[in-house]
């Protein structure tokens, strides 16, 4: 039986709750052999990242040890110190892998409805699933959807037995993440001297107020 590889991207500036449950979400779901988390170096859709790989690296070990969740943090990305795109990141994890493992990559629906200005998107699907958690009411087929990606979708719709047992090509979503949280909120509450609790865990809430990040 090949592996499963779950990975989460993303700028992680910082870490907060939602995507802890995301990640948690399809941790119980797939039951991936691994759960990979890999911190965005320079992702060329964001303006500068405000913490340092380093400190976002800290922040993902503590926040997910805190969930009690097992995960890798890849640092590819951070140590390839160029313009990071997620389908070069995949090219990377799939030459490691082999060709028979499962890739699965997870997103959000904010993601997945800015995918068709992802660098070769649909080279995606010839390297992973793509897995997508969604606030219930959310279809693949939703009106804020580009239309060339809900129809790229529609045709590749798979069950996570498919995900688990199949190496890459299918897209799966789950309507069940209701949780609705920004990073850019977290930092202008944060920025205000406003308390962040209910948005970002307290060991990591602890990390930003020991290095004074996100305060100016």
């Known amino acids: 039986m090949s592996v499963c590889v779950a990975l989460l991207g ?8 939602g995507h802890v449950a995301l990640a948690a979400l399809f941790a119980r ?19 500068s990242l405000r913490a340092s790989g380093e400190e976002r690296v800290a922040m993902l070990k503590l926040a997910f040890a805190e969930a009690g969740l097992a995960v890798t ?3 590819q990305e951070i140590a390839r110190g160029t313009p990071t795109y997620t389908v070069d990141t995949l090219r990377q994890v799939r030459a ?3 060709p028979q493992a499962s890739i699965v990559f997870l997103m959000g629906a904010d993601q997945l409805r800015q995918l068709d200005t992802w660098r070769e998107w649909r080279a ?14 959310f279809t693949l087929d939703d009106a804020t959807l580009p239309v060339a990606v809900a129809q790229e979708l529609q045709q590749r719709r798979g069950d996570l037995a498919q995900l688990r047992n199949t190496p890459s090509g299918l897209a799966y ?36 107020q020991q290095h004074n990040l996100y305060t100016s």
């Open 96 to 98: 490691e892998l082999g």
């Open 73 to 75: 943090i890849d640092t």
């Open 124 to 137: 995606l699907f010839d390297l992973a699933h793509i897995a997508v958690a969604a606030r219930p009411g």
């Open 10 to 17: 993303g700028s992680f500036d910082p870490v907060h709750h």
């Open 29 to 47: 779901l797939l039951q991936p052999d691994q759960l990979r988390i890999i911190p965005a170096g320079n992702p060329w859709q964001k303006n």
């Open 173 to 208: 979503l789950t309507p069940s993440l209701d949780v609705d949280i920004s990073a850019t909120q977290i930092r202008a509450a944060l920025q205000r001297g406003e308390q962040a609790n209910s948005l970002i865990s307290p060991v990591v809430l602890d990390y930003i």
